[in-house]
């Protein structure tokens, strides 16, 4: 999933996306009521929807209705957040912070539904509003994280703390709040917050470097080739794209292999020719490592911006800066982690390794593997071991089937819920279904979008999002999407899908359910509202019931003819999945150590060479394995060094050892029953972020986390019975 959409538009902050509903009591907000009443009529996202649970009424918006709801939203925002600063009584919980959860109502509706259209939807009009945007919203959020007046209070009411004896969940909102205005900068001095500024100008500045670095490294990396014969091993189509590339790129009658983000290159599992595979490799590996496109002195840099920042803001570096409100709360237990599935993920991968060194000895080859062989080499064996035809699966996974007696059908075992198909509801797509949950006494939980299929407009991957958040405060229940990119069957047709589609249906299901069942009081503790190293948990978590053999059976049936996945079949599509994995696992974790070495600099650290300290780091952990190079250098390692997940990239492996290990139990403890999925439904997806991400774990699960299920889960470790 990616983070919210309104999140990552308005700030790291939560802190806007409040509430979704029009303020009924406060007298701040008389003036704005009024002045939304007389517009009203024009424009549908001035008010709330009548529809059930305020879901968007997608027949009245138009794309002129957005700009002037933005302009609104900001205004009215920043007019509640003046009141609450302007109160006249000392500060409170109710005063200020559930007044804070109130605020903003309108500017949370508008983002939910532009945001969620941008990703889904996407037309000229709304991508020259987003761009306009952007700056924006991002100055609307410094001006509420940054401002004194509001923290002076925010920090009344948690001095207080002691005697307010507020319920849990008001507690955890009061200290998720403080923590919040205290990372941004709140407490620090003036003349700290002018170096804190100056920092984070000169990091903003060299992010962008970084960044724009790199796209101009895509175009400049790009391998071309004279010879078409060096191409042996392309298919047709691969070839005509390459052709076309570089007619693009002004060579034509040449051939353009682009490079993608990650060290490895998809491309390489086909070329014949090994030195053109080393020329391909090397131009990724070596990216930003030379010239004017040299990103190594921003990398040094850029880490040592974000050491003295942490310094200044009270920590020994940006790792433990990062780590505080996350489930794995300091850089320690991240190293812990990984480091201790280290030895069974590097022996995983040795074996690997022979079988790839065997071939190539079987194929006459007199040399030891490097990078630029793996996958070619990986290939081959993968054929010899599991000759899986993908389009003799597909006729087992009809999409319909899928959803219904797949999905709906496990969601329905564990947890009791039915859906309801609800046609009369406005979608914002034809090809989007809507559909009522209802709980197993009957009670309606939720309205769910589900919009499965690729289109122009729709940006790649998967992912959840939310129209209406769940709050018990606001009197909201979950208004909440899906979207996929399954490339829809021909006219007429049912559509076949993969297994790896199938899978991710249950994972985005799993974030829909984490945001349907939430039962809090406070908006911004709902559903997946959660910590980066959590929120993965419940999506993966859910992905293993699709291969659950009880499962399968009722939905892995041939489109045709009804019959059932034969059992050969789907055991050389279980092992497939796991093929490779040693490398897959080791790749990701050299990187993410390489991620936390870098943000465990202390401030006064000098600037570090780059290659050593690479290699320093990944011989340090036992990770430095010639043939199998970290997923990404720091030379183009965004997640990393642009920022977005630094000392964060840990939080994916984080999230699905949570998975495996809540899956594995439920396994042991029968499987796909009411019991479990009761159990799970309380403890984790109910909760939200309502309190500490490892007090709900340990309340489900008895005990913390092993790494042992994932292990089992990735095929690097065997399976006891
Ligand atoms: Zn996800």
């Not at 190293?533 to 993966?540: A, G, I, K, N, R």
């Amino acid at each position: 999933m990616r983070k919210t959409l309104i999140a990552s538009a308005i700030g790291a902050s939560l802190l806007v996306t409040a509430c979704s509903q029009p303020p009924k009591t406060e007298q701040s907000n008389t003036a704005e009521t009024v002045k939304t009443s007389q517009v009203a009529i024009a424009n549908p996202l001035l008010t709330a929807s009548t529809l059930q649970y305020q879901a968007p009424d997608f027949s009245q918006i138009k794309d002129e209705h957005f700009a002037p709801a933005f302009e609104q939203g900001m205004a009215e925002h920043m007019a509640d957040i003046q009141a609450i600063i302007d109160n006249q009584e000392p500060a409170s919980f109710e005063n200020t912070i559930v007044a804070m959860e109130k605020a903003g109502s309108l500017l949370t509706r508008v983002s939910r539904v532009f945001f969620n259209l941008t990703g889904t939807d996407s037309n000229e009009a709304r991508r020259a509003l987003q761009s306009e945007l952007a700056p924006k919203l991002a100055a609307h959020s410094d001006n509420i994280n940054l401002n004194a007046d509001l923290f002076a209070r925010v920090e009344a009411v948690y001095n207080q703390r002691e005697q307010l004896k507020l319920d849990p969940e008001s507690d955890r909102l009061l200290e998720v709040y403080y923590k919040r205005f205290v990372k941004a900068g709140a407490k620090l001095s003036e003349e700290q917050k002018t170096a804190i500024r100056a920092l984070n100008e000169e990091h903003s500045k060299l992010t962008t470097q970084f960044s724009q670095n790199l796209l101009k490294l895509s175009k400049a990396i790009a391998v071309v080739v004279d010879d078409k014969a060096q191409l042996d091993g392309l298919s047709e189509s691969q070839l005509k794209a390459a052709a076309k590339a570089a007619e693009d790129a002004g060579q034509p009658g040449k051939y353009l292999l682009s490079i993608t983000n990650t060290t490895r290159q998809p491309i390489l599992a086909s070329l014949n020719n090994r030195e053109l595979r080393q020329r391909v490799w090397e131009a990724s590996a070596y990216r930003g490592t030379s010239g004017e496109l040299d990103n190594r002195p921003l990398v040094s840099r850029l880490t040592q911006i974000r050491a003295e920042k942490a310094a200044l803001l009270g920590y020994n570096n940006w790792a433990e800066y990062q780590l505080q409100n996350t489930m794995a709360e300091k850089p320690e237990n991240v190293f812990n982690m990984l480091n201790s599935m280290v030895p069974a993920v590097v022996a995983n991968t040795q074996a690997e390794q022979a079988d790839i060194q065997a071939m190539i000895k079987r194929e006459g080859g007199d040399f030891d593997v490097q990078p630029w062989d793996w996958a070619y080499y990986a290939e081959k064996v993968r054929q010899e071991k599991y000759d899986l035809n993908e389009s003799e699966v597909r006729n087992y996974f009809e999409f319909n089937r899928v959803l219904h007696d797949g999905l709906f059908y496990t969601m329905n075992r564990l947890y009791g819920v039915r859906f309801e198909p609800r046609p009369d509801l406005p979608v914002y797509h034809p090809d989007v279904q809507a559909f009522e949950l209802f709980d197993h006494g009957g009670k309606s939980l939720a309205i769910f979008y589900a919009d499965y299929f690729a289109r122009d407009g729709k940006r790649g991957g998967a992912w959840m999002n939310s129209f209406v958040g769940q709050s018990g405060l606001l009197e909201q229940k979950p208004v909440v999407v899906n979207v996929m990119n399954i490339p829809k069957g021909p006219e007429g047709e049912p559509t076949l899908v993969s297994f790896d589609h199938v899978t991710t249906m249950f994972h985005e299901l799993g974030h829909g359910i984490h945001g349907m069942f939430s039962k809090v009081k406070y908006p911004s503790l709902a559903g997946t509202a959660v910590s980066r190293d959590f929120v993965e948990f419940p999506s993966t978590f859910e992905e293993d019931w699709a291969a659950l053999p009880e499962v399968l059976a009722n939905y892995a049936r041939h489109y045709k003819t009804d019959e059932q996945i034969p059992a050969e079949l789907l055991e050389k599509v279980m092992k497939a999945k796991n093929f490779n994995m040693g490398f897959d696992t080791l790749e990701y974790m050299s990187a993410a150590l390489l991620d936390m070495e870098w943000h465990s600099l202390p401030a006064d650290t000098p600037l570090q060479d780059v290659e050593s300290f690479e290699a320093k780091a990944l011989e340090k952990h036992g990770v430095n394995l010639p043939a199998v190079p970290p997923r990404y250098k720091s030379t183009y390692f965004s997640h990393s060094i642009g920022g977005g997940y630094s000392a964060g990239y840990y939080a994916y492996m984080w999230s699905e050892i949570l998975a495996a290990d809540a899956f594995a139990y439920l396994r042991e403890r029968g499987g796909l029953t009411r019991e479990n999925g009761e159990l799970y439904r309380k403890n984790i997806l109910e909760v939200g972020n309502s309190r500490p991400p490892m007090e709900s774990y340990i309340q489900f699960r008895g005990q913390e986390p092993t790494t042992d299920a994932l292990l089992i889960r990735r095929g690097l470790k065997p399976q006891i019975d």
